[in-house]
Nanobody, 125 residues
Framework: QVQLVESGGGLVQAGGSLRLSCAASGRTFSDLAMGWFRQAPGKEREFVAAITWTGDNTYYADSVKGRFTISRDNAKNTVYLQMNSLKPEDAAVYYC??????????????????WGQGTQVTVSS
């Protein structure tokens, strides 16, 4: 079983930055592909970013490309989401997700077996 704990959410003004962290335990971290998703009130959960086991490849939603950066530190069992130039439409609960299957589909929520509890990001205009 994999446990994921997100942190770093909060309130920020439009144009500001936040860095989310997700600490993983229960499995060898380098065996896990990681992703970030978000869900705003009344909307479906949507893909934000993902990173492969080694960190060699990253994936982004078009809406965050160029503003958000996903990274991982396998020595610290942690994945990060650096969010810059935040917009009000980025406000949501952000979830960290993990998957160990080689059949991992980075952009699909159903492609992840493990999820964190979420962290709230609020962006004021």
């Amino acid at each position: 079983q994999v446990q994921l704990v997100e942190s770093g959410g909060g309130l920020v003004q439009a144009g500001g930055s936040l860095r989310l962290s997700c600490a993983a335990s229960g499995r060898t971290f380098s065996d896990l592909a990681m992703g970030w998703f978000r869900q705003a009130p009344g909307k479906e959960r949507e893909f934000v970013a993902a990173i492969t086991w080694t960190g060699d490849n990253t994936y982004y939603a078009d809406s965050v490309k160029g503003r958000f950066t996903i990274s991982r530190d396998n020595a610290k069992n942690t994945v990060y989401l650096q969010m810059n130039s935040l917009k009000p439409e980025d406000a949501a609960v952000y979830y960290c997700a993990a998957e160990q299957s080689p059949l991992w589909r980075p952009r699909i929520a159903q492609g992840y077996d493990y999820w964190g509890q979420g962290t709230q990001v609020t962006v004021s205009s």
